[in-house]
């Protein structure tokens, strides 16, 4: 599996983004995908995960109801829809597949077989 994300860049609080997440390499609904987001100097977080089938997701407390994360099976494609943003959302943000099918999957990284290479977040104050 090989994931590209993009999307990222500068924007002023209260602002949105929306990222994207192209993969290639395997059957797109035979996986899991989330999204995580790493600050400088901060261990890398849970953001949002989607079922393979995509009708079903659940995000971390801190972007509850400002986020969605969303896919498009035909498109081969994970997004992220990013709303009020704060500064602290500032991270670069990393997709990731779980190829377990299991549903939920954990919040930890390490649940995650394949990564993106990250886009990075800015949110200016």
């Known amino acids: 599996v090989q994931l590209q994300a993009s999307g990222g860049g500068l924007v002023q609080a209260g602002g949105s983004l929306r990222l994207s997440c192209a993969a290639s390499?395997?059957?797109?609904?035979?996986?899991?995908m989330g999204w995580f987001r790493q600050a400088p100097g901060k261990d890398r977080e849970f953001v949002a995960a989607?079922?393979?089938?995509?009708?079903?997701?659940y995000y971390a407390d801190s972007v509850k109801g400002r986020f969605t994360i969303s896919r498009d099976n035909a498109k081969n494609t994970l997004y992220l829809q990013m709303n009020s943003l704060k500064p602290e959302d500032t991270a670069v943000y990393y997709c990731?597949?779980?190829?377990?099918?299991?549903?939920?999957?954990?919040?930890?990284?390490?649940?995650?077989?394949?990564w993106g290479q990250g886009t990075k977040v800015t949110v200016s104050s």
């Open positions: 990731a597949a779980d190829l377990s099918i299991r549903w939920p999957v954990p919040q930890r990284a390490l649940e995650y077989e394949y």
């Open positions: 989607i079922k393979w089938s995509g009708d079903a997701t």
């Open positions: 390499g395997r059957t797109f609904t035979t996986y899991n």
